[in-house]
């Protein structure tokens, strides 16, 4: 079951003759401590955005792309993850699975003082929350368009961040199809 926000927002797109689908980006150790179990590769169903970087022996850990519709055995556990833990977002995209992975995966790291290089948790709801609100500039805001639009969690109330700029709907946290 997912989010009525994320359902509404692609009736929409399927008005404006929009043909994407809605994938999970998830925290691996959210999910992991929630269910007891790790994620893993499958094609079509679950991709490591780790998988051939050099964090890829935390690709448990780090984050992941589901694609629901493929692996609809996940969508229980993502909705009550994400309830739960700060654990998953919904994207709202026209891109395949590893397609949609190869667009994230320069948004992994960040530049830092001292020309020092950083993880960028962006899956964190709670991280992304905080970006959304510092980044205001046009490269700043390149991660954000990664993704035609970002469903989340935070604080209870249920966020939007859409490719056109921002645009936040906010509503109850339990608000579900």
């Known amino acids: 079951m997912m989010p009525?926000?994320?359902?509404?927002?692609?009736?929409?797109y399927?008005?404006?003759?929009?043909?994407?689908?809605?994938l999970a980006l998830v925290d691996g150790i959210q999910y992991?401590?929630?269910?007891?179990q790790q994620l893993t590769a499958e094609t079509d169903r679950a991709v490591s955005l780790?998988?051939?970087?050099?964090?890829?022996?935390?690709a448990h850990a780090g984050p992941w792309l589901l694609d629901p519709k493929m692996?609809?055995?996940?969508?229980?556990?993502?909705?009550?993850l994400e309830q739960a833990r700060p654990g998953v977002i919904w994207l709202s995209t026209a891109e395949s699975l590893e397609r949609q992975a190869a667009k994230l995966r320069p948004h992994l790291h960040t530049r830092i003082p001292k020309g020092r290089s950083a993880l960028l948790r962006f899956w964190d709801p709670?991280?992304?929350?905080?970006?959304?609100?510092?980044?205001r500039g046009k490269s700043e805001r390149e991660l954000f368009r990664a993704a035609d639009a970002w469903h989340y969690l935070n604080e209870g109330r249920r966020?939007?961040?859409?490719d056109n700029g921002i645009y936040r709907r906010t509503m109850g946290a339990s608000e579900s199809l």
């Open 4 to 12: 009525a926000s994320v359902n509404e927002q692609l009736r929409q």
């Open 14 to 22: 399927g008005q404006r003759r929009y043909s994407g689908h809605v």
């Open 32 to 36: 992991q401590q929630h269910t007891g």
């Open 50 to 58: 780790f998988a051939g970087t050099h964090e890829m022996a935390l």
């Open 71 to 80: 692996a609809r055995e996940f969508i229980a556990d993502l909705r009550e």
């Open 126 to 135: 709670r991280v992304l929350h905080a970006l959304d609100a510092v980044c």
């Open 159 to 162: 966020f939007t961040i859409d």
